[in-house]
């Protein structure tokens, strides 16, 4: 039997089974005709919509990470992640609550599993859409495995469907690294079967080439479980299968080409000199939103990138998303799905309360969420050690004026990618001023992968290279060129400055002490991911797979002890405590010493 099926366990067989009524996924009359599989596969995408699963994504990958403090009456009511932001991991905290990605890790191994079966019985299901069908789940069941290993490290892992009581017995953790290596060995296997692309959907919420799994998807996640697992080379193959498949779009879509004429569009940004890398993927450079829109009365504008990608003026779904999942509410509209915990956690614009079937989702009156800005993040223009004034994603990530009454500080503290809508920023210096439009903010989507976080994965496994022989006789300083040049472009796009060529000032700059060494180069490629990716649930698993690649929690030492928390001491303690409940359901499953070993009264944590 495979190690795993303790997911029924957590919170006993019954609640798991109620999540899918074991008379509908098991009856044979259901598993018939393509329209079934088609019902159950958008059935699991809704399920990664719940708000139980994205507040999993924002919690394991943010809250203990150094991007947010606690914020508006987090520590009356959500006492959990104000624990959690203090390093006091509690058994009994609910985010220790796996279920969520267990039931969707089981509805995908149904649906694998009697893919075959509605092959056999419905002409209109091919082999080829069975295969495609299976490839879009085996990625879902593999991202979700992958969180998990991110937050618990050992856990149970099943690739078998649980459809019945009997089915669901107790079993032992499976090691973390020997899942990552299972996992990349599944998708290795499937990812050809995918689709390249969908055909073009009407609805302009929804784009089925970045809300639904695609090979680059696929690519993607295996890019990221290689660099987690320390196959570099692989990694880097990965990622170019993504980047090239991006260049290939931008160049034969007529939205995009011509080089993208409008300011609006991706333009290719490169490195003005090292180009060596970008030949050999015999591309000119890489397809990104300039944050530069356009001249005012006000002055130069900037924020574009943002606007695209986020949604702000937009609805999400830019081009530079490889996958995300798409939240459709606006005002006044009845058939929706709400992306509640982006609006609790980090905020919402609205100026009253909203409510869902007379349940009050989050509240009004400007609320400034759960979870704001670290200060260290706020503060960082008076200090220009992490954002230079002319990096435009300080203003859009936290939403700072940077004008001589505050001194560089932030206005306010919320997460501006998500907690309101940053439509510009207006001038640049001392004189940089922000202009928002605030709307519905429930709609907003969140994005698991897009171009610049698969450049920067490449960027971070060509460093970890520099020190062996390319294939193709790549030198030291070779990799760490074009580690340099990836990292450098990413920067670039994001500098406000009306040119597309040439310097800026502000950005990144090739200097020998960045260029010139593995440990240099580390640190760039760390605080630009940061940077880039701030508050979209990457930081504390970039923090904990530094850690997984030293064996050690001596990387974590870069987050400080936030609201009288202390950095884990260990490298177990950089994982979460298993859920209590499970632990007394499941006797094969045994805590963490770093949380008291194997008691299972709950009464035990981190600080203990």
Not at 19 to 36: A, G, H
Not at 218 to 234: F, N, R, S
């Amino acid at each position: 039997m495979l190690a795993g099926v303790t997911c029924v366990a957590m919170s006993g067989c019954g609640d798991f089974l109620e999540i899918e009524p074991k008379n509908f996924v098991s009856e044979d009359n259901f598993w018939n005709e393509k329209t079934d599989i088609d019902q159950m596969v958008t059935g699991t995408y809704v399920k990664m919509q719940e708000d139980a699963f994205i507040r999993r994504c924002i919690v394991w990958g943010e809250v203990r990470g150094d991007n947010v403090l606690a914020g508006s009456e987090c520590d009356t009511k959500a006492v959990d992640i104000y624990r959690t932001i203090k390093e006091d991991l509690l058994s009994t905290n609910q985010f220790t609550n796996w279920q969520p990605f267990y039931s969707v890790i089981n509805q995908c191994n149904i649906i694998i599993g009697r893919s075959p079966e509605v092959n056999q019985k419905a002409p209109a299901y091919t082999y080829s859409d069975m295969l495609a069908t299976q490839a879009e789940m085996s990625f879902i069941r593999d991202l979700c495995y992958f969180y998990l290993v991110r937050t618990f490290k050992d856990v149970p892992y099943y690739t078998n469907a649980i459809q019945s009581d009997d089915e669901a017995v107790p079993m032992a953790a499976t090691d973390g690294d020997i899942i990552v290596k299972a996992l990349i060995a599944d998708l290795q296997s499937v990812v050809k079967n995918a689709l390249k692309a969908y055909p073009k959907n009407t609805d302009p919420r929804f784009n089925s080439n970045c809300n639904r799994v695609t090979q680059s998807a696929i690519y993607a996640l295996l890019a990221d479980l290689c660099l987690w697992d320390g196959q570099y080379e692989k990694c880097a193959e990965y990622a170019d299968s993504v980047i090239v498949r991006k260049c290939y779009e931008y160049e034969t879509s007529s939205e995009y080409s011509g080089l993208a004429a409008g300011n609006s569009m991706p333009k290719y940004f490169k490195h003005p000199t090292l180009d060596t890398e970008l030949a050999r993927l015999k591309v000119s450079g890489y397809p990104l939103y300039p944050c530069y829109i356009g001249s005012t009365g006000d002055g130069e504008t900037y924020g574009n990138d943002f606007n695209r990608i986020f949604g702000m003026v937009y609805d999400g779904n830019s081009f530079e998303s490889i996958f995300e999942l798409a939240f459709t509410h606006t005002e006044g509209q009845t058939n929706y799905l709400s992306n509640v915990s982006v609006a609790e956690l980090y905020g919402n614009s609205r100026s009253s309360d909203y409510k869902i079937n007379n349940q009050t989702i989050y509240r009004g009156n400007n609320f400034s969420g759960f979870l704001n800005a670290h200060e260290s993040v706020t503060n960082e223009l008076k200090t220009n050690t992490l954002f230079t004034e002319k990096d435009c994603r300080y203003y859009m990530n936290v939403g700072g004026d940077r004008t001589a009454s505050t001194g560089g500080g932030a206005s306010q503290a919320n997460p501006a990618k998500y907690a309101y809508y940053v439509r510009q920023v207006v001038g640049t210096g001392s004189n940089a001023k922000m202009f928002n439009s605030f709307s519905s903010v429930s709609s907003g989507n969140w994005i698991f992968y897009r171009l610049t976080d698969v450049m920067l994965m490449k960027a971070e496994a060509l460093i970890e290279l520099a020190n062996q022989e390319g294939p193709e006789g790549e030198t030291y300083k070779e990799r760490l060129d074009n580690a340099f040049a990836l990292i450098y472009t990413v920067n670039r796009r994001s500098i406000m400055t009306s040119q597309f060529s040439g310097s800026a000032p502000g950005e990144l700059k090739q200097t020998a002490k960045e260029n010139s060494d593995v440990p240099s180069l580390r640190k760039l490629c760390m605080e630009e991911r940061r940077r880039e990716l701030m508050f979209e649930g990457k930081r504390w698993f970039d923090v904990v797979r530094r850690c997984h690649r030293e064996g050690n929690a001596s990387y974590a030492k870069v987050i400080p002890g936030k609201n009288g928390g202390a950095t884990p001491a260990s490298y177990e303690g950089l994982f979460w405590p298993y859920n209590k409940n499970e632990l007394k359901n499941n006797p094969l499953l045994k805590q963490k010493e770093y949380y008291g070993g194997s008691d299972t009264d709950g009464n035990y944590s981190s600080t203990k």
